[in-house]
């Protein structure tokens, strides 16, 4: 089974509108963190945000927000006031396990491609 | 401040010939390193990670091998490429510690196996 699922083909938004990009997971583990990283053409891996399973409130980074739903396995990723420069493919990540298990590791779902209108 | 350095950017290499990719870190001790390559348009896939010198773990059985020769130092290699070797190899680090849990990931290479 896919431990990280995105789903969205791709998707399209407006300049200066939101934008909601799914994320669902599955891990028996109750120790756990979820990330999000943006890869533009460029290829290099960005890093945007992260959510540890045991955090009372969503995260926030700036124009980044994650929305964590643990009963529903889900970790969404809401981008407000969209820029033309946030086109870009966009991954959801989980680790399981605690971060201070050395042998801990990232594992990516296939990733959103994100293209903004002006 | 901690940076990771991977080369080449790009690479084209014949069917057949040997590969080393190379992927460095600086600003840090004792860094858990991962490989991990990016068919085009699809994820991340996890091919090998070190939680140090001489420790490889291997995610997947395939064409190439991993190094770690050094505390900083991780290499991705092959004897013989293959055509289905081609894509996108990143590097990454992280630290095992509370408090830290961020994966730095390098530039990149993009191989193309001919």
């Known amino acids: 089974a896919q431990k990280i699922t995105q789903t969205q083909p791709g998707m399209f938004v407006q300049e200066k509108e939101a934008v909601t990009l799914d994320c669902t997971y599955d891990?028996?583990?109750?120790?756990?963190?979820l990330f999000w990283y943006k890869q533009p053409s460029s290829g290099e891996m960005i890093f945007l945000i992260y959510?540890?399973?045991?955090?009372?409130q969503n995260a926030t980074e700036g124009r980044y927000s994650l929305n964590f739903q643990k009963a529903r396995k889900s970790a969404n990723l809401v981008i407000s006031a969209s820029q033309l420069g946030d086109s870009a493919m966009y991954f959801c990540?989980?680790?399981?396990?605690?971060?201070?298990?050395?042998?801990?590791?990232?594992?990516f779902g296939k990733g959103i491609t994100l293209s903004v209108r002006p | 401040s901690q940076t990771i350095h991977q080369w080449p950017a790009t690479l084209v290499q014949p069917v057949g010939s040997p590969l080393s990719l190379e992927c460095t870190v600086e600003?840090?001790?004792?860094?858990?390193l991962y490989w991990y390559r990016q068919a085009a348009g699809r994820g991340l896939q996890l091919l090998f990670y070190?939680?140090?010198?001489?420790?490889i773990s291997s995610e997947v059985p395939q064409n190439l091998s991993a190094s770690r020769p050094q505390d900083r130092q991780f290499i991705l290699s092959s004897k013989k490429l293959l055509l289905s070797d081609s894509g996108f190899y990143l590097c990454?680090?992280?630290?095992?510690?509370?408090?830290?849990?961020?994966?730095?990931f390098g530039s990149g290479t993009r191989l193309t196996v001919v």
């Open positions: 070190s939680i140090g010198i001489d420790q």
């Open positions: 600003g840090t001790s004792n860094p858990n």
């Open positions: 959510q540890g399973s045991y955090d009372q």
């Open positions: 990454a680090w992280s630290v095992s510690r509370q408090g830290s849990y961020g994966y730095t």
């Open positions: 990540a989980m680790r399981e396990g605690l971060v201070s298990r050395a042998n801990s590791k990232l594992t």
């Open positions: 891990t028996s583990d109750p120790s756990y963190g």
